[in-house]
């Protein structure tokens, strides 16, 4: 199994300003995924982050608003842009074991105020 | 696309007592993984159990096993002996069988089950 670390846990924030979350693997992985989870929601995805090359975003999310970086194999940040109240979620990250099924991290709970 | 649905939003049992939480889900693959995960209120996902579509044999993790009926697209799963700390949201999720960027994992809508004590 895979431990995964994010920071910050949680953080409020003003609406338009930006926020990085950081994700840390404890070993080397070649993708990473990263959710959001919205008040009382589901897990949608957000992207899907390979180290060394631009990440694939789903249908919704768009790289002006959710930048991702993954400059190594054990590390990846999500950067939610000129938030509005509607970004109010847990962002998870998560990467997959060897049996396909996915390790999470802890999540970061944002509040946009 | 790849659906999941949980029709139970949420669920009770009393402790001790067996519950089973219902997914169905549809895809026109033939192979495909399946997995429940819980997430209690520390908001932690937790990986519950994982089935392989290409296995017939129902997946088992102690108290916790799964019906798997790939031919009605159906993955249930059965808590036996519920304790306290079952209580959590459960979610079901599908993963396609091609890795990369398609390794995400498809989710349900979750149930949200209570254990009385």
């Known amino acids: 199994s895979a431990v995964i670390s994010q920071k910050p846990s949680r953080d409020i924030c003003q609406r338009g300003t930006s926020l990085t979350i950081q994700c840390q693997v404890d070993s080397q992985v070649t993708m990473m995924f990263w959710y959001r989870q919205q008040p009382g929601q589901s897990l949608t995805l957000i992207a899907t982050?390979?180290?060394?090359?631009?990440?694939?975003?789903e249908s919704g999310f768009v790289i002006d608003k959710f930048p991702i970086s993954r400059p190594n194999l054990t590390f990846s940040t999500l950067t939610v842009s000129n938030m509005s109240p509607e970004d109010s979620s847990i962002y998870l990250c998560?990467?997959?074991?060897?049996?396909?099924?996915?390790?999470f991290g802890p999540g970061t709970r944002l509040t946009v105020t | 696309a790849q659906t999941v649905t949980q029709s139970q939003p949420e669920m009770s049992v009393q402790e001790a007592e067996t519950v089973t939480l219902s997914c169905t889900y549809d895809t026109s693959e033939s192979d495909y993984y399946l997995f429940w995960y819980k997430q209690p209120p520390s908001r932690q996902m937790i990986l519950v159990i994982r089935q392989e579509a290409y296995k017939q044999q129902n997946a088992t993790e102690n108290r916790f096993s799964v019906n798997f009926q790939k031919a009605a697209k159906s993955f249930s799963l059965k808590i036996s002996d519920s304790q306290l700390g079952d209580a959590a949201m459960y979610f079901c999720?599908?993963?396609?069988?091609?890795?990369?960027?398609?390794?995400?994992?498809?989710f349900g809508k979750g149930t949200k089950l209570s254990v009385k004590p």
């Open positions: 998560s990467v997959e074991g060897q049996r396909t099924e996915q390790y």
């Open positions: 982050a390979n180290q060394g090359s631009e990440a694939t975003y």
């Open positions: 999720a599908y993963r396609s069988p091609y890795g990369g960027s398609q390794g995400n994992l498809i």
